[in-house]
């Protein structure tokens, strides 16, 4: 039986298999063929978008869609643009006007820098082999990051324009990627540049938003109609741990419940959980707790073991060793227990 008929799959990202198959098109392309009016006045684009954004889920069983212009992305890339001049895109909104070369926390300015992009076959089965963009800089600071050389240094890489990253993305789907992924460091910063990408680009492609899940409400609301699966990290079950290992000093739990709640709504989701040393009781239990609570199969959950000190880690005590098969296995058997049954299961061979 192929991956994609699972059926945990098939009940959490049904809806990405088809547009993967290029049996439906991708969210992107559909908000291409609702027309929309672009005024110069910041409210009236949001009353606009929000009347608009209404019609979307009766166009999600539809197969042939027509272009127009100007469109529903369009807008939203119109709105990400002013968005930038008082940085709001992620829920610590600093403020910053970036189109002036201002800078706020995650010091990513108004170009877009790619580490790498290449065909990743290390994701989930589901994704791979997926077309894989890793934007430099982020807008948390995970003390124990294995991507810190990319997250950690907004400057490293090179710049990539709206049309290189289409361009990129039509000729890897092309030659048999699977989706768009974009992660890094974190696409938040590059909102704008993403919804000015997609604009241009062509093919009908899932997008995968693989995210800290950050996001202030209103970039969640500018991402309604142009991810098709989030692919979300839920790492703390608390707020103190959130400031203590990733400097977030925001309201974590608040923040990943409402986006979590406000994501099940417009797209799939993936759930990845790290599993931490000495922190399945704090974080653990109650992120697994949660998502069973809330939103149950609609959701699958891969539960990561995979876990071993870098960046920072080894100055704190409690992440300086990787998990014990224990610990992960305290943490499924938990996840089992308080209903989650759409579950990845890592292999044993990550442990101390």
Known sequence: MSVFEERGIQKALG???????????????????????I???????????????????????????????PNLLELKQRIAERMLERCEFCERACGANRKKGEVGWCRVGCESRVSSAFEHIGEEPE???????????????CQYCQNWEISQYPQS???????????????????????????????????????????ECEANIPVIWNSNMIMSEKTMMLLNGVVDVYLADFKYGNDECAKRLSLFQDGYWKTLTRNSLLAVEHAEILYRHLVLPNHTECCSKPVLS???????????????????????????????????????????EHAKKVGLWNLEIQGLHFFE
């Open 39 to 69: 005024s110069e006045n910041y409210a009236e684009c949001w009353e606009e978008h929000n009347k608009l954004i209404k019609k979307l889920p009766q166009l999600l069983k539809k197969s042939g869609i027509a272009e127009v212009h």
């Open 157 to 199: 890489g090179s710049v990539w324009t709206p049309q290189k990253i289409a361009e990129w993305a039509e000729h890897h789907r092309k030659f048999g990627v699977r989706n768009l992924n974009l992660v890094g460091g974190e696409p938040t910063p590059n909102l704008h540049n993403i919804l000015a990408a997609l604009n």
């Open 127 to 141: 994704l791979v082999p997926s077309g894989t963009i890793f934007f430099s800089g982020c807008n948390m600071s």
């Open 15 to 37: 809806r990405y298999v088809e547009v993967m198959r290029d049996e439906k098109p991708a969210r992107f392309m559909l908000c291409k063929s609702i027309p929309a009016k």
């Open 290 to 332: 949660w998502i069973a609570k809330n939103l149950g199969d609609r959701v699958r959950v891969n539960i990561m073991s995979q876990y071993h000190p870098d960046y920072r880690a080894m100055q704190i005590e409690e992440l300086s060793r990787r998990i014990t098969r224990e610990e992960y296995a305290e943490v499924v």
